[in-house]
């Protein structure tokens, strides 16, 4: 059974840059035939995708977060990485990360608490 587990902090100071590390377990990074995703939920709100990357391919990019976003591999520890700069309080949110792509996601994990907050 595959789980994704998410790493990273859980406070982040306004304009910092927020890491966060998605660990694969009971497979590899190439066991994704359509990639691995980072999506959020902030307080009250409904879950916003923010970047997909593919296992040979261009990474997609929410327009709204393109700018402050990029996301990388290590294969050699079946991670992924997400980092979203110049952070603000309305990054608050549940971070997770998926595998699957376009709203299809067979395998998620539980999701990390971040906030924004100096």
């Known amino acids: 059974q595959m789980q994704l587990q998410e790493s990273g902090p859980g406070l982040v100071k306004p304009s910092q840059t927020l890491v966060l590390t998605c660990t694969v377990s009971?497979?590899?990074?190439?066991?994704?035939?359509?990639?691995w995703s980072w999506i959020r939920q902030s307080p009250g709100k409904g879950l916003e995708w923010i970047i997909h990357?593919?296992?040979?391919?261009?990474?997609d990019y929410s327009p709204s977060l393109k700018s402050r976003t990029s996301i990388s591999r290590d294969t050699s520890k079946n991670q992924f990485t997400l980092q979203l700069s110049s952070v603000t309080p309305e990054d608050t949110a549940k971070y997770f990360c998926?595998?699957?792509?376009?709203?299809?996601?067979?395998?998620w994990g539980q999701g990390i608490q971040v906030t924004v907050s100096s």
């Open positions: 990357t593919h296992n040979a391919g261009p990474t």
């Open positions: 009971g497979g590899t990074l190439t066991d994704a035939p359509s990639g």
């Open positions: 998926a595998r699957g792509a376009d709203w299809h996601y067979d395998y």
